[in-house]
């Protein structure tokens, strides 16, 4: 019987397949170098590949389906419990075809290169807020071994050290201890500027999408919330609707329930962190400027906010502010504000 159905476990240099025909009978095994991947796959005739959703499984999702194949990612842990015996490569690729095979799996989509694009330039933009981040701190812990206590925030910092590194100025620090600050200071300049870099390409390329566009229209989700939910779902062909959108994030509650008992914990964080933070920090500003305006939505937060507090209405209003997105990148439609 033909192939319908090959498992592959992908790695940085050998590629493990397991293919198995109509009934799920495996009756192919092999081991395959990069070199060789596509070239096999070429002469394979058409079929269904699954892979785990990991590491260049998007770029290999692309590539395979150039040659006519049909391309299935699935999140690691749903493969995890198909594992038959130890580990090695083999079983993990019968495990994904037992994976794939089952008609209740949940299957990721492959990202496009434009989404991928986007990712990369939000991931590079955190790595330069984290690292400024830790610069800052480090100044900071530098500077309070000589007495310098400086007042929280990245302006107070700016505004105050140039005075402290000024040579013709007699104060506690040492030259050495100047010049070493000063470096520092060179390095923090430097990552200020390719902060700001990454978000004008940031800005750009969200102008010219229609659909951050459209997701900019919420209240609480901006240029870098917009991009990230974009490069995560793209137009959320792989949501049924927002609900399964913001259960995907983790803003929806764990539940530890058995027969007539019903327990609800705090939220899953699951899924993506980067954009579960960026919802919840656009939800919080939204949050506090609430208790000004007259509207629907803001008489609805502040009733929130009073029946169970800021930190769970923040999490409420992202977890609305998800499913709002989601419906809009399934239905194409522009957002329309509450009254």
């Known amino acids: 019987m033909n192939i319908t159905l090959i498992g592959m476990d992908i790695a940085k240099h050998v590629f493990q397949l397991c293919?198995?025909?109509?009934?799920?009978?495996?009756?192919?095994?092999?081991?395959?170098?990069?070199?060789?991947?596509?070239?096999?796959?070429a002469q394979q005739s058409p079929c269904c590949i699954a892979m785990e959703a990991c590491g260049s499984a998007n770029y290999w999702a692309r590539e395979i389906q150039k040659l006519g194949h049909e391309v299935k990612l699935i999140s690691?842990?749903?493969?995890?419990?198909?594992?038959?015996?130890?580990?090695?490569?083999?079983?993990d690729a019968e495990a994904i075809v037992e994976a794939a095979s089952r008609p209740q799996m949940r299957f990721v989509t492959p990202k496009t290169i434009d989404q991928q694009d986007?990712?990369?330039?939000?991931?590079?933009?955190?790595?330069?807020?984290?690292?400024?981040?830790?610069?800052?701190?480090?100044?900071?812990?530098?500077?309070?071994?000589?007495?310098?206590?400086?007042?929280?925030?990245?302006?107070?910092?700016?505004e105050r050290l140039p005075k402290l590194l000024d040579r013709q100025v007699e104060n506690e620090l040492s030259p050495l201890m100047?010049?070493?600050?000063?470096?520092?200071?060179?390095?923090?300049?430097?990552?200020?500027?390719?902060?700001?870099?990454?978000?004008?390409?940031l800005k750009a390329i969200v102008k010219q999408d229609e659909r951050c566009q459209r997701l900019m229209e919420?209240?609480?989700?901006?240029?870098?919330?917009?991009?990230?939910i974009v490069a995560l779902v793209g137009n959320g062909a792989g949501f049924k609707n927002g609900r399964h959108f913001s259960a995907y994030v983790g803003l929806v509650p764990r539940q530890h329930s058995s027969g007539n008992t019903q327990?609800?914990?705090?939220?899953?964080?699951?899924?993506?962190?980067?954009?579960?933070r960026m919802l919840i920090h656009g939800a919080r500003s939204v949050v506090i400027r609430a208790g000004k305006k007259t509207d629907q939505r803001s008489r609805w937060i502040q009733g929130l906010v009073a029946k169970v507090g800021m930190n769970r209405a923040t999490v409420?209003?992202?977890?609305?502010?998800?499913?709002?997105?989601?419906?809009?990148?399934?239905?194409?439609?522009?957002?329309?504000?509450?009254?």
């Open 19 to 41: 293919g198995a025909n109509q009934a799920g009978k495996v009756i192919m095994r092999r081991r395959l170098s990069r070199d060789n991947l596509l070239m096999h796959l």
């Open 76 to 91: 690691p842990q749903f493969v995890k419990p198909f594992v038959k015996g130890n580990k090695n490569d083999y079983r």
């Open 118 to 158: 986007i990712q990369s330039l939000l991931r590079v933009r955190e790595g330069h807020v984290t690292m400024r981040t830790k610069l800052v701190n480090q100044l900071r812990g530098l500077l309070a071994e000589y007495g310098y206590i400086v007042p929280q925030g990245l302006s107070a910092l700016r």
């Open 178 to 201: 100047k010049a070493l600050l000063e470096q520092q200071y060179q390095l923090w300049q430097s990552l200020d500027q390719q902060i700001t870099v990454c978000e004008t390409q």
């Open 218 to 228: 919420v209240e609480g989700i901006g240029t870098i919330t917009a991009a990230a």
């Open 263 to 276: 327990k609800l914990l705090g939220i899953s964080k699951r899924g993506d962190e980067y954009v579960r």
């Open 316 to 339: 409420a209003l992202a977890n609305k502010n998800a499913r709002i997105a989601m419906a809009l990148l399934l239905h194409g439609e522009a957002y329309r504000r509450a009254a």
